[in-house]
């Protein structure tokens, strides 16, 4: 077990209001990565962080900002959340070599 | 840019084997690895391939061909339980991960 936690697990929030995820670690993991699913799809990937303040964007960055100010926590903001923004979002980190461990997930709903 | 071609639904009886297929398009390939995930639950990690060949992880094993840009799952003893969604995902030199869209699979009895 990685030790992954998220916070919230449900949130419902109106459109244009912030929104901040916490994904927490527990073992020091350098890798962490934060990925949205909608229904029927695979895990598109947000951002992705290899290490204290270093991050990178993924596929789907666009409206989303991350932070990394200490290993075991790593935040994604939705600074003006919109209704397209409404899905199930998974933390994760790298285990190994390539094994990523995912967190319970937070399901989020913009109204 | 990634593209990952898997099929969306499988359906197989307890006990049979079956093979769920993944073709990719990648940069800068590094690996192939394969989630599942059960309804409502976090994706969980089965298997990983660097290198050509067969992994294989008791019911489960996994292949590669890194020059046909091809790779499969297959389950043998087919149980209940492994109703699911299987993603393949490939990763890249540079550490990020593309999933496919997921094949459901469906096991009856």
């Known amino acids: 077990d990685a030790g992954i936690t998220q916070s919230p697990r449900h949130k419902v929030t109106e459109t244009g209001t912030p929104v901040t995820l916490r994904c927490h670690q527990t073992?020091?993991?350098?890798?962490m990565y934060w990925y949205r699913q909608d229904p029927g799809h695979g895990l598109r990937l947000i951002h992705y962080?290899?290490?204290?303040?270093?991050?990178d964007k993924g596929e789907v960055s666009d409206g989303y900002s991350v932070s990394r100010s200490k290993t075991e926590d790593f935040l994604l903001t939705l600074e003006s959340a919109t209704s397209s923004q409404t899905s199930v979002y998974f933390c994760?980190?790298?285990?190994?070599?390539?094994?990523?461990?995912f967190g319970p997930g937070t399901r989020l709903t913009v109204l | 840019g990634q593209s990952l071609e898997q099929p969306s639904e499988v359906t197989a009886v307890e006990g049979a084997i079956v093979q769920i297929n993944c073709t990719y398009q990648?940069?800068?390939?590094?690996?192939l690895s394969w989630y599942q995930q059960h309804d409502g639950g976090a994706p969980t990690f089965l298997s990983y391939?660097?290198?050509?060949g067969l992994e294989e992880t008791g019911r489960f094993s996994s292949f590669l061909s890194r020059s046909d840009s091809y790779g499969y799952l297959l389950l043998q003893e087919l149980q209940m339980k492994d109703s699911a969604s299987y993603f393949c995902?490939?990763?890249?030199?540079?550490?990020?991960?593309?999933f496919g869209d997921g094949t459901t699979l469906t096991v009856k009895p």
């Open positions: 391939n660097g290198l050509d």
């Open positions: 995902a490939v990763r890249t030199n540079a550490g990020k991960s593309t």
């Open positions: 962080s290899y290490g204290v303040k270093d991050t």
């Open positions: 073992e020091n993991h350098r890798y």
């Open positions: 990648t940069s800068g390939f590094y690996g």
């Open positions: 994760a980190i790298r285990q190994g070599d390539n094994e990523q461990f």
